[in-house]
């Protein structure tokens, strides 16, 4: 299968950004629930350990998630795993994949395409978070497919073996990093998917990161907090964030 240099070269320049995420996050201090979900793990597999993708892993771990982080260059992510103690390792793609009860998937988004196609039969059934953003200037034609699609249906079908829930796409990492595990109202995370199930799944991992989740909808619905949607970018509240939005108390 042939590879898109462009793309896969901005993963990989997104993981050495990423050392001052990690180290923030690196010195962030457990929160009070982490023994509790500790008894109740599950599995992490990080596809794209970039600057979102380091920050909510680590927090996964520190919350007492074993978490694998993955790229194409797994060596380059031995440090962060190191710094995060024994439930944080690193491999490849697809040794997080099948590691991974969940997954969560933060790369450039013009990437999904090619990971579809190389690790869709990898994916299914899989609970799949995805933080992806589209950017028409980075991300070409696919872009312009979530424009008209919306992004949560245009995911869904790169992705199509797995159960894919929108989550963690409307801030910046710094945002999340500093924002976690705060005194209530948590800060919320918007949600979408169309499998229930995995919309509980994502939800318990959202509080366990140490914010709020708010189920939007459908992945039809995550338009609304996509880039330049009215739920985008909006460091509120639960409470709030369903003012916005207009949806139930």
Not at 67 to 95: I, N, Y
Not at 189 to 209: E, M, N, Q
Request: glycine share 12%.
């Amino acid at each position: 299968m042939q590879r898109h240099p462009s793309s896969l070269g901005r993963v990989r320049r997104g993981l050495l950004a990423a050392a001052g995420a990690w180290a923030a996050i690196l010195a962030l201090k457990p929160h009070p629930a982490s023994a509790q979900a500790a008894a109740s793990r599950t599995r992490i597999g990080i596809i794209g350990a970039g600057r979102i993708g380091g920050a909510i892993g680590a927090l996964w771990v520190k919350a007492g998630h074993p978490v694998m982080f993955s790229s194409r260059h797994p060596e380059e992510l031995k440090d962060l795993a190191a710094g995060l103690g024994p439930l944080a390792s690193a491999g490849t793609v697809a040794q997080a994949i099948a590691f991974g009860d969940a997954l969560f998937i933060a790369v450039p988004y013009g990437a999904l395409p090619q990971i579809g196609a190389d690790y869709g039969r990898d994916l299914k059934g899989k609970v799949m978070l995805d933080a992806c953003n589209a950017v028409a200037s980075r991300d070409g034609s696919v872009a312009d497919e979530v424009e008209q699609e919306g992004i949560g249906v245009v995911s869904q079908k790169y992705l199509s073996g797995a159960r894919l829930v929108r989550a963690f796409n409307t801030m910046s990492y710094t945002i999340f990093t500093r924002e976690a595990n705060r005194p209530d109202p948590k800060l919320a995370v918007p949600i979408a998917g169309d499998d229930p199930d995995a919309v509980k799944v994502a939800a318990g991992l959202v509080r366990d990161a140490g914010f709020d989740p708010v189920v939007v909808g459908k992945l039809a619905d995550a338009r609304r907090f996509q880039r330049g949607g009215p739920g985008y970018g909006q460091p509120v509240s639960a409470a709030e964030l369903r003012q916005k939005l207009s949806l139930a108390p």
